[in-house]
């Protein structure tokens, strides 16, 4: 099982900050604009334990259909999005909401897998590492555009 966690620190209130990742629609606006991410789901999704959300999106030009289900919502604190269908054999994306030095502490914790035994560990070292960590790389710099320590 392979992980990545990244911690942004954000000048905002929790609430608010809270209420930007509890619209499912913003995940598009977050996600770098090469993967050409789509929400499938009708908006707005009604985010709460048990909601799906069907996307489609490109890896490295392959098309791909990922749904996704709300395994836990603890809103203004945390939730955890799980793949149900999709790429990976296991993804588990974990987001914590802490107020933190008058701001707001975004962890984003993501166990994942990829099928295929020893292969997938393979193209895991090779490629799907750097990717996933560019793509998380991304959504903290829009984040950050979204969020400025000074509007």
Same mark, same amino acid.
């Not at 048990?50 to 203004?76: D, S």
């Given at each position: 099982m392979h992980e990545l966690e990244r911690e942004t620190w954000l000048a905002q209130p929790l609430e608010r900050v809270f209420g930007f990742f509890a619209q499912a629609e913003n995940l598009e606006t977050i996600t770098p604009p090469w993967l050409q991410f789509r929400i499938l789901t009708p908006k707005p999704v009604d985010m709460r334990a048990g909601a799906t959300i069907t @996307?489609? #999106?490109?890896? *490295?030009? #392959? %098309?791909l259909r990922w749904l996704t289900e709300i395994e836990e919502w603890n809103p203004p604190y945390?939730? $955890? /999005? $799980?793949?149900?269908?999709? %790429?990976? *054999?296991?993804w588990r994306h974990t987001h914590t909401f802490s107020e933190h030095n008058g701001g707001t502490k975004?962890? /984003?914790?993501v166990e994942y897998e990829l099928p295929f035994g020893p292969l997938g560990r393979l193209v895991h070292a090779v490629q799907v590492?750097? /990717?996933? !960590?560019?793509?998380? /790389? @991304? *959504? !903290?710099q829009r984040i950050r555009q979204l969020f400025p320590a000074h509007p």
């Amino acid at each position: 099982m392979h992980e990545l966690e990244r911690e942004t620190w954000l000048a905002q209130p929790l609430e608010r900050v809270f209420g930007f990742f509890a619209q499912a629609e913003n995940l598009e606006t977050i996600t770098p604009p090469w993967l050409q991410f789509r929400i499938l789901t009708p908006k707005p999704v009604d985010m709460r334990a048990g909601a799906t959300i069907t @996307y489609k #999106l490109r890896v *490295r030009g #392959l %098309p791909l259909r990922w749904l996704t289900e709300i395994e836990e919502w603890n809103p203004p604190y945390r939730f $955890v /999005d $799980v793949q149900k269908k999709g %790429p990976y *054999r296991v993804w588990r994306h974990t987001h914590t909401f802490s107020e933190h030095n008058g701001g707001t502490k975004i962890v /984003d914790r993501v166990e994942y897998e990829l099928p295929f035994g020893p292969l997938g560990r393979l193209v895991h070292a090779v490629q799907v590492r750097r /990717d996933v !960590e560019t793509i998380f /790389d @991304y *959504r !903290e710099q829009r984040i950050r555009q979204l969020f400025p320590a000074h509007p």
